[in-house]
């Protein structure tokens, strides 16, 4: 069966500063990794995707994210954090059989 | 603004009671999946239809029960409600069944069960 691990609930960075989100998995074959945010109240947006090819994979909003086999992760990084990131941020993972696993979220928060 | 509209926004309801939350996917797109968001259990995927057939079914429960129409639009429909199934229901949409196509979510409709 496929997981997804999020092992921070809550990351704190200064604006400007680079960001980490991080995310490992769990899958048999070749996963489909996601990114998604949600802001509060609202339903979740999708950031990037890992198919294949290059291991980096750059998405919406200035985010990339970079997918190592070895390691079973799939982080979610941002050069220069902005207040407007903050937001739960939500690693997936999926293969042929569609089933989709989250991870639990991790609540960004960046400070003025 | 994903294009995938759900209603109601809001759902209040009691123990025992059944109810049908519904879904429009963005237009074009013929997968729609539905998933619970509750604080203890996160983000579960729930169902899938494609095309009106069922597709991937995750952790539904059995008093739990969905459809897609001809005109593509989803019925999720809960019964027999109780206490723990006051949570976020979500549904989303992607083109076709590929796994690695994104989705795009709805707005969500809260349940509140008393």
């Known amino acids: 069966a496929q997981s997804v691990a999020q092992p921070e609930d809550q990351v704190n960075v200064a604006e400007g500063n680079p960001l980490t989100v991080k995310c490992t998995y769990s899958?048999?074959?070749?996963?489909?990794l996601f990114w998604y945010v949600q802001y509060p109240n609202r339903g979740l947006q999708f950031l990037l995707k890992?198919?294949?090819?290059?291991?980096l994979v750059k998405g919406s909003y200035g985010f990339e994210a970079e997918f190592n086999k070895s390691q079973t992760s799939f982080h979610l990084k941002k050069p220069s954090a902005l207040v407007s990131d903050s937001a739960l941020y939500f690693c997936?993972?999926?293969?042929?059989?569609?089933?989709?696993?989250f991870g639990a979220g991790t609540r960004l928060t960046v400070k003025p | 603004d994903s294009g995938v509209t759900q209603t109601p926004k809001h759902l209040i309801t009691a123990t025992g009671q059944r109810v049908t939350l519904r879904c429009s996917p963005r237009?074009?797109?013929?997968?729609v999946y539905w998933y619970q968001q509750s604080l203890d259990q996160g983000l579960q995927f729930l169902i899938q239809?494609?095309?009106?057939?069922?597709?991937a079914k995750g952790n539904i429960l059995e008093r739990f029960s969905a459809q897609q129409f001809p005109d593509l639009h989803s019925e999720l429909n809960l019964s027999s409600l109780e206490l723990g199934d006051s949570a976020l229901y979500f549904c989303?949409?992607?083109?076709?069944?590929?796994?690695?196509?994104?989705?795009?979510f709805g707005p969500g409709t809260r349940l509140t069960v008393t």
């Open positions: 989303a949409s992607s083109v076709a069944l590929a796994g690695s196509e994104e989705q795009y």
């Open positions: 899958v048999s074959g070749n996963p489909y």
């Open positions: 890992y198919i294949t090819g290059d291991n």
């Open positions: 997936a993972v999926r293969n042929n059989n569609n089933d989709m696993r």
């Open positions: 237009s074009g797109d013929l997968s």
């Open positions: 239809y494609y095309n009106g057939e069922e597709r």
